[in-house]
């Protein structure tokens, strides 16, 4: 539909129930108060009216329509981009839009169905379910090792250059701990600083620094010999990665299969901790399209449980967050 045509729909609709649903200036629009209460009740009439289409369907062991995903540049590139793919060989029907972007996305404003959010979540009414884990480590290119020196211990770390995720004129800070479960707060000063992982990454491949990056984002580099562990025995303390979905009263049958999909993508990748030993990403058409299907198994008017997020220690604990009880036939833990 035009632009134009969404504009009158949209001018109509105000004159007719009397208030602003519409903030314009111009260079953007914004929803008003109103305009965002009715568009969450007019979302949960959609995703009902999606719901019943999915229940006659069900047969058919098909999901349509269209999936709206945002995620992390580098969890989007690396683990969400090819487990989409497999999503959509079991339901080609399925059309999908996948947003990469470190900056934090609305998921009412940009009509979002999934949000995958890793660390900790903000005090949120959404509801989330939790789809893998993931550590960082202290890695460097060999050729920085050489010029200076090895680590023996992460005081060490403060001595050297980093590559942060951000620009900052005083020292950053990060925790690292081992397998006896001691911690250590370093702080280190950045003297490249850069706004996404891959660019991160890049910079510590050439020798620009050390970084603190994600198994999953530089397992194969480790793999490859191309970065180093600086502290094989160290990383950073496990975090959640979860799949967040908007306000409703159902969560859509699309946006179940994605999480069954990126369940299955991490828990079939080995991740072995303070070994010195690397993951290997496992290729994802290997995932059993019977398995994706399964998901057509759960009723879409299936209300999911609300309960707060699990998280490993009191101090993580995000009040307010929402966890969907996944069947585990659909979800295997």
């Given at each position: 539909m035009a632009k134009t045509m969404v504009s009158t729909h949209i001018q109509r609709l105000e004159a007719e129930v009397g208030v602003s649903l519409l903030t314009r200036t111009t260079r953007r629009l914004n929803l008003t108060d109103a305009g965002r209460r009715f568009y969450e009740a007019a979302r949960d009439i959609v995703l009902a009216a999606e719901a019943a289409i999915d229940a006659i369907t069900s047969d058919n062991a098909a999901l349509r329509g269209t999936l709206r995903i945002t995620a992390p540049v580098d969890y989007g590139s690396l683990v969400v981009a090819p487990a989409v793919v497999a999503l959509r060989r079991a339901h080609p029907q399925l059309r999908i839009q996948l947003l990469c972007d470190d900056r934090y996305v609305d998921l009412v404003s940009d009509n979002i169905d999934v949000a995958i959010r890793l660390g900790t979540l903000a005090d949120s009414s959404h509801r989330s379910i939790r789809v893998g884990s993931y550590v960082r480590w202290a890695v460097a290119a060999p050729q920085f090792v050489a010029e200076h020196g090895a680590v023996r211990k992460p005081e060490d770390l403060a001595k050297?250059?980093?590559?942060?995720?951000?620009?900052?004129?005083?020292?950053?800070?990060?925790?690292?701990?081992?397998?006896?479960?001691?911690?250590?707060?370093?702080?280190?000063?950045?003297?490249?600083?850069?706004?996404?992982?891959?660019?991160?990454r890049a910079a510590t491949l050439a020798g620009g620094g050390f970084a603190v990056l994600t198994d999953f984002s530089v397992g194969a580099d480790v793999t490859a010999g191309r970065?180093?562990?600086?502290?094989?025995?160290?990383?950073?303390?496990?975090?959640?990665?979860?799949?967040?979905?908007?306000?409703?009263?159902?969560?859509?049958?699309?946006a179940l299969a994605l999480g069954h999909v990126l369940r299955q993508a991490?828990?079939?990748?080995?991740?072995?901790?303070?070994?010195?030993?690397?993951?290997?990403?496992?290729?994802?058409?290997?995932?059993?399209?019977?398995?994706?299907?399964?998901?057509?198994?759960?009723?879409?008017?299936?209300?999911?449980?609300?309960?707060?997020?699990?998280?490993?220690?009191?101090r993580n604990r995000r009040a307010g967050v929402r966890s969907v009880a996944f069947p585990s036939a659909v979800l295997p833990h």
């Open positions: 050297l250059p980093l590559v942060a995720s951000s620009d900052s004129s005083r020292p950053l800070s990060f925790d690292l701990v081992n397998a006896h479960g001691l911690k250590k707060r370093v702080r280190c000063q950045s003297v490249i600083a850069a706004n996404t992982a891959p660019a991160r970065l180093v562990r600086l502290l094989p025995a160290w990383e950073t303390p496990v975090a959640e990665i979860r799949a967040v979905f908007p306000p409703s009263d159902r969560v859509s049958a699309k991490v828990d079939a990748m080995p991740r072995p901790r303070f070994a010195g030993d690397v993951i290997r990403v496992p290729p994802f058409p290997g995932l059993r399209a019977a398995s994706i299907a399964q998901v057509d198994a759960f009723p879409p008017s299936c209300t999911p449980v609300r309960t707060r997020a699990r998280v490993a220690a009191p």
